[in-house]
């Protein structure tokens, strides 16, 4: 049950941006979507390691 929890406040927080500011959303993903593969890689870890980091203090 937990995990749906999880998973609900993810779509939640996930949504909150395009609903929002739709216009400001659209444009951030533009810009994503240009940057160097490399770079958005390492922008992902970066993003993946500290989503552990706060799980895991937790």
Do not use: H
Not at 3 to 28: N, T
Not at 30 to 51: A, K, Y
Request: proline share 5%.
């Amino acid at each position: 049950m937990d995990f749906f929890k999880l998973l609900a406040l993810v779509l939640i927080i996930e949504g909150i941006g395009p609903f929002l500011v739709p216009k400001a959303w659209q444009d951030y993903l533009r810009q994503l979507s240009n940057m160097p593969e490399n770079q958005l890689r390492w922008v992902g870890g970066v993003l993946l390691i500290i989503g552990a980091i706060l799980l895991f203090l937790n």
